[in-house]
């Protein structure tokens, strides 16, 4: 096998290029999908059956089918609907965050379903309304608790975003793709891709288990 570092160093600007992109995508999608996930959690938890049916709905939606439809679904429908013209850039955002949403949501149920009903009991008799509750008592403690499933889901996110390469978003495995089919080369387009996600994801890993220690 002939592994030719020349055509690494010649695509290198664009791989950390793409992987700044890969970065950014997946912060604004944890960002937007974190925000939605709560809305959808409480929504899931409500005793009102008409906000607890439809975000059940969303979630197992979005829990149940693949990923990588979702993105063409966003890309070549709700994008152009919202905006006239689909945007590989924005569909990943949209996609990724409405995706993470799903699961993030499910990660605040259990966070918060984790506390102790008795502290729920207690802040009410001391005259606090249910939203003074929720965001003085119980988000506090659950978001502790939500941490490392939070990190694994951005990681999760990091290593999905190599999908967007389907719809040219050009982040990461895009310009892997684009290295492959100018040099028809397999080993080092993919090895390099594999090894700039391997150090983003362990580089997180290693972050969140120090967040963790000092939590």
């Given at each position: 096998?002939?592994?030719?570092?020349?055509?690494?160093v010649e695509y290198l600007?664009?791989?950390?290029?793409?992987?700044?992109l890969t970065i950014g995508?997946?912060?604004?999608?944890?960002?937007?999908?974190?925000?939605?996930?709560?809305?959808?959690?409480?929504?899931?938890?409500?005793?009102?059956?008409?906000?607890?049916?439809?975000?059940?709905?969303?979630?197992?939606?979005?829990?149940?089918?693949?990923?990588?439809?979702?993105?063409?679904?966003?890309?070549?429908?709700?994008?152009?609907?919202?905006?006239?013209?689909?945007?590989?850039?924005?569909?990943?955002?949209?996609?990724?965050?409405?995706?993470?949403?799903?699961?993030?949501?499910?990660?605040?149920?259990?966070?918060?379903?984790?506390?102790?009903?008795?502290?729920?009991?207690?802040?009410?008799?001391?005259?606090?309304?249910?939203?003074?509750?929720?965001?003085?008592?119980?988000?506090?403690?659950?978001?502790?608790?939500?941490?490392?499933?939070?990190?694994n889901e951005f990681i999760?996110?990091?290593?999905?975003?190599?999908?967007?390469?389907?719809?040219?978003?050009?982040?990461?495995?895009?310009?892997?793709?684009?290295?492959?089919?100018?040099?028809?080369?397999?080993?080092?387009?993919?090895?390099?891709?594999?090894?700039?996600?391997?150090?983003?994801?362990?580089?997180?890993?290693?972050?969140?288990?120090?967040?963790?220690?000092?939590?």
């Amino acid at each position: 096998m002939n592994f030719r570092f020349d055509i690494i160093v010649e695509y290198l600007p664009l791989l950390l290029k793409g992987t700044l992109l890969t970065i950014g995508i997946s912060i604004l999608s944890i960002l937007f999908g974190s925000v939605l996930g709560l809305g959808v959690g409480l929504g899931k938890m409500s005793h009102r059956w008409f906000l607890r049916y439809p975000m059940s709905i969303y979630v197992n939606f979005f829990r149940g089918t693949p990923l990588l439809v979702q993105i063409l679904l966003v890309h070549f429908g709700v994008v152009p609907l919202f905006l006239g013209t689909t945007n590989a850039i924005v569909a990943s955002i949209v996609a990724l965050s409405l995706n993470s949403a799903a699961y993030t949501a499910e990660i605040f149920r259990a966070g918060i379903q984790s506390i102790d009903k008795g502290q729920t009991e207690a802040a009410h008799s001391l005259g606090m309304t249910h939203f003074q509750t929720m965001r003085l008592i119980i988000l506090p403690q659950a978001i502790k608790r939500m941490i490392p499933p939070f990190g694994n889901e951005f990681i999760v996110l990091v290593k999905d975003s190599s999908l967007f390469a389907v719809i040219a978003a050009p982040e990461l495995m895009y310009w892997a793709n684009a290295m492959r089919s100018q040099y028809f080369k397999v080993w080092e387009p993919y090895l390099t891709a594999a090894l700039i996600y391997f150090i983003l994801t362990y580089s997180l890993s290693k972050l969140l288990g120090y967040v963790e220690r000092k939590v």
